[in-house]
């Protein structure tokens, strides 16, 4: 099967675009109105250029973010821009496993492609990545792919599979809301 790239989903993206000038836009402007008389408006507007400039660099990162997938193997470029290649004979399985979204009933699918000691190599959340990209992954790659039945919490990921997380997510005072004494 020929070499395929993945990209995250574009909707993503475009909420983002339309939720920062929804909250930047408003702000902006009083401040413009406030500054203008007083002729203080170049520093709001070195402000806005900052934030502009700053989100702009957070879309090209995320837009430029991509897997390649073929049969040798994996290249990924992240979302802050670190590549990374997974040769094939790095690669030992693929886990497949659903996770209950934050604070919801729905679920989303989470792809792990883990190495021969049981390192995550790889993540795609249903969040960022589409299902039929996941599911590519698997067709591509000869490498076995463990389905695991059920949906979990991140509570019960934490405890039952907690070498598929995130250092960060090993954690449960890592979660909002819950700092602990």
Same mark, same amino acid.
């Given at each position: 099967?020929?070499?395929? !790239?993945?990209?995250?989903?574009?909707?993503?993206?475009?909420?983002? !675009?339309?939720?920062?000038?929804?909250?930047?836009?408003?702000?902006?402007?009083?401040?413009?109105?406030?500054?203008?008389?007083?002729?203080?408006?170049?520093?709001?507007?070195?402000?806005?250029?900052?934030?502009?400039?700053?989100?702009?660099?957070?879309?090209?990162?995320?837009?430029?973010? %991509?897997?390649?997938?073929?049969?040798?193997?994996?290249?990924?470029?992240?979302?802050?821009?670190?590549?990374?290649?997974?040769?094939?004979?790095?690669?030992?399985s693929?886990?497949?496993?659903?996770?209950?979204?934050? %604070?919801?009933?729905?679920?989303?699918?989470?792809?792990?492609?883990?190495?021969?000691?049981?390192?995550?190599?790889?993540?795609?959340?249903?969040?960022?990545?589409?299902?039929?990209?996941?599911?590519?992954?698997?067709?591509?790659?000869?490498?076995? !792919?463990?389905?695991?039945?059920?949906t979990?919490?991140? %509570?019960?990921?934490?405890?039952?599979?907690?070498?598929?997380?995130?250092?960060?997510?090993?954690?449960?005072?890592?979660?909002?809301? %819950?700092a602990?004494?």
């Open positions: 099967m020929a070499a395929r !790239v993945l990209r995250p989903v574009p909707r993503l993206l475009r909420q983002g !675009v339309v939720t920062m000038i929804a909250l930047t836009a408003p702000v902006f402007a009083v401040l413009y109105w406030l500054t203008i008389p007083h002729r203080q408006w170049l520093i709001v507007l070195a402000a806005h250029l900052l934030v502009m400039g700053l989100s702009a660099l957070v879309g090209w990162g995320y837009a430029a973010a %991509s897997v390649r997938v073929s049969p040798e193997g994996l290249h990924e470029r992240g979302f802050f821009g670190r590549n990374r290649s997974y040769p094939l004979n790095e690669i030992g693929i886990v497949l496993l659903e996770t209950y979204r934050d %604070s919801a009933l729905d679920s989303q699918p989470q792809l792990f492609v883990c190495g021969h000691d049981g390192r995550t190599l790889l993540r795609m959340r249903g969040a960022f990545w589409q299902r039929a990209d996941m599911d590519a992954l698997p067709e591509i790659l000869d490498v076995p !792919v463990h389905v695991v039945d059920g979990f919490t991140m %509570s019960e990921l934490r405890r039952t599979r907690p070498e598929l997380l995130y250092w960060f997510e090993r954690f449960p005072w890592t979660r909002p809301g %819950s602990r004494a």
